[in-house]
């Protein structure tokens, strides 16, 4: 922090970052965009950067938290806008669900427990987007946790949908889902299990059609699913999904987790790891010319990365700022203490042939 003026005005990849109130910052596996929306605590129309994350404060499990900030370096805490659920009866009791759950079903509310349980669910990944049509802030994430059949933290493999009409929540918890399948005529890497979602992201194109980008097959094929009008669950239920039109598999068998898209000049990057639980592996990147186009592996965009480990992180977002350069955001996992995976931003670079490069810098 500059003594002068008590605002950050660099980034320090990798180093602790702290939140206007000093406080570590909790957004793990996330996402940085800018929107315009009305503060509800003045009234005036504002436009803010938003970051939302996992909240790992407490280890493995956690809610959802965001931040907001005028430039990027300087972030607000908005607190947690989405809870996991202590118990099942705090659905009935605590004021606060109480109120984010009012009207749901005794059926809906044991749904709701079972996908957000505090000592049993897996909440990662979240990604938020605005659906201008119905005004509402949609939030996807990895909604994971074991199953009637399995113990196991990863078994459930499900897209999670929580809905809000404020970009700070409270979310309500909708459900969550398992999404497509591999066509009979295709080689499904992983036919025992079918439709799973596990390490997400979501990217809205020009069009507004929103896509869920997400790993599948036991991790071992990527899939681009296209969302509905309302962005609240995909645009054709798996049951009735054209391959297509509806949904592509990616690489199959190539095991890339991670995915993050984004466009450039006309162009879909779509950066990837591989599958190493919470260690860094070696990121690779992949470009179309559509959304459900031919994806061109186009190889390791990290330049100078001896140990071949992204500089040891795992991509979660790249977003573009307001002087319309791209940053790439990583998570530095610490598998010992959770809470202190790190940060680690960095701008990325194109070459004329528009080839993506990702190199480290201390501070920026
Ligand atoms: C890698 C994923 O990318 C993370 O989000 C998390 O699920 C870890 N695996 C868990 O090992």
């Not at 749904?111 to 802030?137: C, H, W």
């Not at 701008?347 to 201390?362: A, H, I, R, S």
Request: glycine letters at 8%; a negative charge; hydrophobic letters at 30%.
């Amino acid at each position: 922090m500059s003594l002068e003026t008590d605002k950050y005005n660099f980034f320090k990849p990798g180093e602790q970052w702290r939140d206007t109130d000093n406080n570590i910052i909790q957004a793990h596996g996330g996402q940085v965009q800018q929107l315009i929306f009305t503060d509800s605590k003045t009234g005036n129309t504002v436009k803010k950067w938003i970051w939302v994350g996992e909240d790992k404060s407490s280890g493995a499990r956690g809610g959802i938290r965001m931040y907001s900030s005028d430039d990027l370096h300087n972030w607000n805490s908005e607190g947690i806008v989405m809870r996991n659920v202590p118990s099942r009866e705090a659905l009935e009791n605590d004021e606060y669900f109480k109120s984010v759950y009012a009207g749901y079903s005794e059926e809906q509310l044991d749904n709701v427990f079972r996908s957000l349980d505090a000592g049993s669910a897996i909440i990662e990944r979240p990604k938020m987007i605005y659906n201008e049509k119905t005004r509402q802030y949609i939030l996807w994430f990895h909604a994971d946790g074991p199953t009637d059949t399995s113990n196991s933290s990863y078994a459930a493999a499900c897209a999670g949908v929580a809905v809000s009409d404020y970009p700070f929540g409270p979310y309500r918890f909708v459900d969550r889902y398992r999404l497509n399948v591999c066509p009979d005529n295709q080689k499904d890497m992983h036919p025992s299990s079918k439709g799973m979602a596990r390490d997400m992201n979501l990217f809205v194109d020009k069009d507004g059609t929103g896509y869920i980008i997400y790993s599948s097959e036991e991790n071992l094929t990527l899939y681009i699913s296209k969302l509905n009008e309302e962005y609240t669950y995909l645009e054709t239920s798996p049951d009735k999904a054209v391959y297509g039109r509806d949904f592509i598999r990616l690489f199959p068998g190539a095991q890339r987790e991670a995915p993050a898209v984004f466009e450039r000049e006309g162009k879909y990057y779509l950066i990837s790891s591989g599958c190493t639980g919470w260690e860094p592996n070696q990121a690779r990147y992949y470009r179309s010319d559509a959304v459900f186009g031919d994806w061109e592996n186009m190889g390791d965009p990290c330049v100078g990365d001896m140990k071949h480990t992204t500089f040891d992180t795992q991509s979660t977002c790249v977003f573009k700022d307001s002087t319309g350069r791209y940053i790439y955001m990583g998570d530095r996992w610490n598998s010992k203490n959770l809470s202190d995976s790190r940060y680690v931003w960095l701008p990325v670079k194109f070459t004329q042939d528009g080839n993506m490069l990702l190199e480290w810098q201390d501070k920026w």
